[in-house]
């Protein structure tokens, strides 16, 4: 209940600045966590949009793109989020597990155990 009460708030900010990246990332989390991946995914690609050199927008992005099983794509994500942020280990895991779903999803992974 609380992440849908955040929502409500971050869409006020947003009415207020639609320009604010850092809500619209938190916005996209909340969304994330109440199983939403495509208005996640909109408000991450707003993100981007807004501070594209930003590691957490691609991130985020990267985040609802597994939710929603695109995997491919989810990958890509992460991966420009590690090219502008290299020693972030959680962009770097996340583009790993990604490629690893990835695989899996698409039965690429057989013969290896």
């Not at 996209?28 to 991946?37: A, F, I």
């Not at 985020?60 to 989810?74: C, D, K, P, V, Y």
Request: a negative charge.
């Amino acid at each position: 209940m609380e992440y849908l009460t955040a929502v409500n708030d971050y869409t006020q900010s947003i009415d207020l600045d639609p320009t604010n990246a850092t809500v619209l990332s938190n916005r996209s989390l909340c969304w994330m966590r109440l199983g939403q991946p495509d208005q996640a995914l909109t408000d991450a690609r707003a993100c981007k949009e807004l501070k594209p050199d930003w590691s957490k927008a691609w991130y985020r992005e990267g985040s609802a793109l597994r939710l929603l099983q695109r995997f491919e794509e989810a990958a890509n994500s992460f991966y420009e989020g590690v090219r502008l942020d290299p020693e972030n280990m959680e962009l770097v895991k996340s583009f790993r597990e990604a490629v690893d779903a990835g695989r899996k999803f698409h039965g690429k992974d057989q013969g290896k155990s």
